[in-house]
């Protein structure tokens, strides 16, 4: 029996017989051979098979098997510089588990709505392979950089009773007995508690958006990672931020440059991201973009995707923006002692025009000062009152951020829209799959 292995281990058994299976991705076939590039999940290998070296019924088998067909090849595995990944199996048996002919997904161009409508089959092709990947290596890259810095992980809950970014983009859902509930915008209230519990802690996991907003970098629901730490101020959790981008960044170059690659890539843009971030202040970003011939921005505004293409498109590494105006921030955030007007928060802009890919701030730690912010934002004061017991009870400086997965692994791999981040992507106009 030949031992079982996979596309990504080849080379650890050059000369040796071994088993691979997967799918079809593409076949040539010219008279007495076939070239099969298969495809397991973990990478895509040539297999190639002599009409004179296998069973006839194989042979044939093979030969009727069209893209997508799943298959069984045993054979040996041979070192060639040609080959893509630089091993191809040389086939001496295998089965055709089902021959398929219809794989709705070809090799042709195919329009958007096409292939969003047949997620489930389009996340087999190259691309998506590749995209995928690496958002499975940033999310490893992530846990390991706060496991290693002593964080804790505890996650938050989705159903919530109350907003945490602002009113206007909550899911509602019904709830028990009359109550309504909302699917959460964000873990972060919950995650300041897990902080003054257990000091350094993140929690991760889907976070919902009613945005009504059809851009390349909104979906209805994406995840988001998010840090809090006990006794922290502004500057330490940008520090952490930065730090958390190199070494994410870094690690995907180590584990995913083949998948980098197919993407067509532009590896010095990620190269360059070795940390020494610039830092500018919101009034600073402001007087940039009223000088700028593109920009409609008025100073005092938040900053729309326009702007932060600007500002993200000056530099080679993520830009840190800090101290906007209060009134466009959320309520938690602490005003700024030296600059009144303006919060302790930073949104950190992905470079090449991406824009926002971070939100943070140091947050209030007065009962008195966020009791006044809450009816200033009209919340219920009713649904805040364990988040005030945080304030009565041992309350700290504590500061956090949220990193939106998909807009990361979007600039990382530089991809045009942040859907095809997400496996399976929620936007405003489409659930299905
Ligand atoms: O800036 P936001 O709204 O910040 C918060 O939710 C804070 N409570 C986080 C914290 O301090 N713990 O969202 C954080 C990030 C954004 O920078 C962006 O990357 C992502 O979440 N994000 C979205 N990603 C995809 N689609 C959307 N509709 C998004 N809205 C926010
Ligand atoms: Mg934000």
Redesign the pocket.
């Known amino acids: 029996m030949a031992k079982i292995t996979t596309i990504e281990r080849l080379g650890r058994h050059e000369g040796e017989k071994v088993t691979l299976r997967g799918w079809i991705h593409r076949r040539t076939s010219k008279g007495k051979l076939h070239f099969v590039q298969l495809r397991d999940g973990t990478g895509y290998a040539q297999c190639v098979l002599f009409k004179a070296g296998v069973d006839p019924e194989l042979f044939e088998a093979v030969g009727a098997a069209g893209q997508e067909s799943s298959v069984e090849l045993t054979g040996e595995v041979i070192a060639d510089e040609r080959a893509p990944g630089g091993f191809e199996l040389k086939v001496s048996a295998g089965r055709v588990l089902q021959s398929v002919h219809d794989f709705p997904i070809t090799p042709k161009e195919h329009g958007t709505d096409f292939l969003l409508a047949r997620r489930h089959l389009w996340m087999r092709s190259k691309r998506q392979w590749a995209v995928l990947r690496i958002r499975d290596a940033v999310i490893t890259a992530l846990r390991s950089f706060f496991d290693e810095r002593g964080f804790l992980c505890v996650d938050s809950p989705m159903f919530t009773p109350s907003a945490?970014?602002g009113t206007s983009t909550l899911f509602e859902v019904d709830y028990f007995e009359g109550e309504k509930a909302y699917l959460t915008?964000?873990g972060?209230l919950y995650?300041e508690a897990s902080a003054m519990a257990f000091g350094k802690v993140y929690c991760f996991g889907p976070t919902f958006?009613a945005?009504k907003s059809k851009t390349r970098?909104?979906?209805?629901e994406?995840w988001?990672l998010?840090p809090?730490v006990a006794f922290a101020d502004l500057d330490e959790i940008m520090q952490l931020a930065e730090e958390m981008l190199v070494h994410v960044v870094k690690r995907v170059l180590e584990r995913r440059r083949t998948e980098l690659e197919t993407l067509g890539r532009d590896l010095s843009k990620l190269e360059c991201i070795q940390g020494g971030f610039p830092r500018i202040t919101y009034d600073e970003a402001s007087e940039i973009l009223v000088r700028h011939p593109d920009s409609d921005f008025d100073p005092g505004d938040d900053f729309g995707a326009a702007d932060e293409t600007i500002l993200s498109n000056m530099y080679e590494q993520p830009l840190m923006i800090t101290r906007y105006p209060k009134e466009v921030k959320?309520f938690y955030m602490k005003e700024d002692a030296s600059n009144p007007g303006k919060v302790l928060c930073v949104?950190i802009l992905a470079p090449e025009g991406r824009g926002?890919?971070?939100?943070?701030?140091q947050r209030e730690e007065n009962l008195d000062v966020l009791l006044a912010a809450v009816e200033k934002h009209e919340l219920p004061r009713e649904d805040f009152e364990w988040y005030f017991d945080l304030r009565r009870f041992g309350s700290v400086p504590h500061s956090?951020?949220?990193?939106?997965l998909?807009?990361?692994v979007g600039w990382i791999c530089g991809i045009e829209h942040?859907r095809e981040a997400a496996p399976f992507p929620r936007m405003m106009t489409r659930i299905r799959p």
């Open positions: 945490c970014e915008q964000s972060q995650a958006r945005e970098r909104h979906l209805t994406f988001m998010e809090e959320a949104d926002e890919i971070i939100g943070g701030s956090g951020f949220g990193l939106g998909e807009r990361t942040i």
